[in-house]
């Protein structure tokens, strides 16, 4: 359950420094205090900043960085880009998918596409917990899983 007493506080004591057009440097301050955005907080943004709910969430659902659940305790993002799938990333995602498949069911760990982390020239790449990994082979994937699953 969300703990509005908390989120309320979060908002008022951002606003208090804030000025106008702060939806979007809100949502990533309650990301950062949370880890999330929670559903319940929408109509506290919404009355906070004078917009309708529905514009909160269409905030919320349009970018894909913004999380309405707590997120996995790591973190893998995997390039979709088409210089990392033409340098073999399609096999690449599926054996990470396929080795870490136990650890994501376990909510522990989270595979997400990302499309470009400016690495193109040596892909297939990854960010691990924020940390870039290039050249991912079988090798890479066996070193990831170790990491995340430790």
Known sequence: MADLTAMTAAIDRYLATAGRG???PLLHALQEEFGHVDPAAVPLIAEALNL???EVHGVISFYHD???TPPARHIVKYCRAEACQARRGEPIEAALNARLGAAMAGGQVAIEP???LGLCAIGPNAL???????????????????????
């Open 22 to 24: 702060v939806l979007l």
């Open 114 to 116: 990302v499309y470009c």
């Open 128 to 150: 691990v917990d924020g940390r870039p990994v290039a050249r991912i082979d079988a090798a890479a994937i066996e070193r990831i899983a170790a990491q995340v699953t430790a």
């Open 66 to 68: 913004f999380r309405s």
């Open 52 to 54: 309708s709910r529905a």
